[in-house]
């Protein structure tokens, strides 16, 4: 079966890092993608994992075990703008992506 | 360049009848890609369109279909609309036929369905 866990909701104050994880199984596997969504609006690509490790872009970053299912999104230094809800989306095929059902963040002052 | 349009932005039917939601992919997109967001479920793939052929599909009944054009436009019907139907329906586009971190999906701004 098609499984993706992640929280549903963190709250972190401005300034700070916080970290959102995401378990996955799915039957078949191309590589994960982490989308924002705005409350209302049209989710936007974040960043994509294919291999093992860690990709770094700007404020934010990306990690990727393929062997443990697992992946996570890394937020520095954040903003208000950033409260939005964060999507952990395996590929499994194709340009079929498997969503989760999000992680609402809530950034306080 | 435009981004993904699609259209109607907001529609209310009633139940038992059909409805047609139009996409139009970013310029140079074949792959179209449609899903299904509701508070509840997160977004449901439904099915993705390339170059005129549907490649993959979700698991939803038959009441829901698609087909994508010559010029890459896309369009998804629902026949015998149903309460649970009620939902944002968003199309994705994407460049290549498989994606990756150059060729991302780009979802346009969905057509919120609402049967009553």
């Known amino acids: 079966g098609q499984n993706i866990d992640q929280p549903t909701e963190m709250t972190a104050t401005e300034g700070a890092i916080v970290q959102i994880n995401c378990t996955y199984q799915?039957?078949?596997?191309?590589?994960l993608f982490w989308y924002q969504q705005h409350a209302g609006e049209a989710p936007t690509f974040l960043s994509y994992?294919?291999?093992?490790g860690l990709e770094e872009k700007g404020r934010f970053s990306s990690f990727l075990s393929r062997s443990k299912g697992y992946s996570y999104l890394l937020l520095k230094e954040l903003q208000m703008k950033d409260s939005a809800s964060y999507l952990c989306?395996?590929?499994?095929?194709?340009?079929?992506?498997?969503f989760g059902a999000g992680t609402r963040l809530a950034v306080h002052p | 360049k435009a981004g993904v349009t699609q259209t109607p932005r907001y529609l209310i039917k009633t139940r038992g009848q059909q409805v047609t939601l139009s996409c139009s992919p970013i310029?140079?997109?074949?792959?179209v890609s449609w899903y299904q967001q509701t508070p509840g479920q997160g977004l449901q793939f439904l099915f993705e369109?390339?170059?005129?052929?549907?490649?993959n599909k979700g698991n939803f009944p038959g009441r829901f279909s698609g087909r994508q054009f010559s010029n890459s436009r896309s369009e998804m019907n629902v026949s015998t609309l149903e309460l649970g139907d009620s939902a944002l329906y968003l199309c994705?586009?994407?460049?290549?036929?498989?994606?990756?971190?150059?060729?991302?999906?780009?979802f346009g701004n969905g057509t919120r369905l609402t049967v009553t």
């Open positions: 994705a586009s994407s460049l290549d036929s498989s994606p990756g971190r150059d060729s991302p999906l780009h």
């Open positions: 799915t039957s078949g596997f191309n590589g």
């Open positions: 994992n294919v291999l093992d």
């Open positions: 989306a395996p590929s499994g095929g194709y340009n079929k992506l498997i």
């Open positions: 310029s140079g997109h074949r792959s």
């Open positions: 369109y390339f170059s005129e052929t549907q490649r």
